[in-house]
C-alpha cells in the first residue's frame, strides 16, 4: 500500500527556532501534498495545500510567512515553522494522494508533535 | 464547509453494534472514512464515491446516501481494536479536484 514517510515525529525547541517537518511519499508521486494540524480533542485541521512546482495554496487565517511550505518533487515537501512560539505547540501531520486523486484516498504520515519552550 | 458527524462520542460493550453518521449542506461526490487513534495519524478505511454505494471491510461498511448528501459507517460485533475517533471526509462537486474537509469527529469507545 501507499506510504507516507513523516519525519521528525518529535521536536522539542526553544521559542524562536525554525523547524522543518518533511513528508515523503515512498512508493507513488504525489502532484499534492496537504499538511494539517491538530488540536488535543479535535479534527484536523487543513493548513495548506502543496503542489508540486508551484506556490502552496494556504487556507484563510494561515499566516504563509509564518509556515513555509516547499514541493521540490513529486515525492517530497517540506513544512517550516518559522520562528515557532509556544502557541505553535501542536500535531502537525501531512498527507499526499496518488495522481488522479479525485478518486484516491489520502495517506497520512504519522505526524510531527511540535513543542515549543 | 465542515461536514456534522452524530453522534459526537459512543461507549460500547465488545461485541455491540454502533454508527456513525455524517451529512454535508452540500452536494458530495465522496465520502471517505479514516480512523484515528490516540496521538496517531488517521488511517483510511473506505471511500464512496456513487450514490447508493456501500462497501464493507470485515465487520466495517459504510453507505452513501447521495440525494441526502449523507454517508453512514457501520461497524458491527465491535472489537477492542475498534476504538478510536472516527473522521469523515466529505469532497463536494463545488470543490471537485481540491482537497476535502473533515467532520469533527465521533469518538469510540469500546470496553471489555
Redesign the interface.
Known sequence: GAVVS?HPSWVICKSGTSVKIECRSLDFQAT?M?WYRQFP????M?MA?SNEGSKATYEQGVEKDKFLINHASLTLSTLTVTSAHPEDSSFY?CSARERGF??????????T?LSIL | QQPVQSPQAVILREGEDAVINCSSSKALYSVHWYRQKHGEAPVFLMILLKGGEQKGHEKISASFNEKKQQSSLYLTASQLSYSGTYFCGTESWENYGQNFVFGPGTRLSVLP
Open positions: 513523516q499534492t496537504f480533542k479535535q479534527s484536523l487543513l495545500t501531520i479525485s478518486n484516491q484516498p489520502q495517506h497520512f504520515g504519522d505526524g508533535r
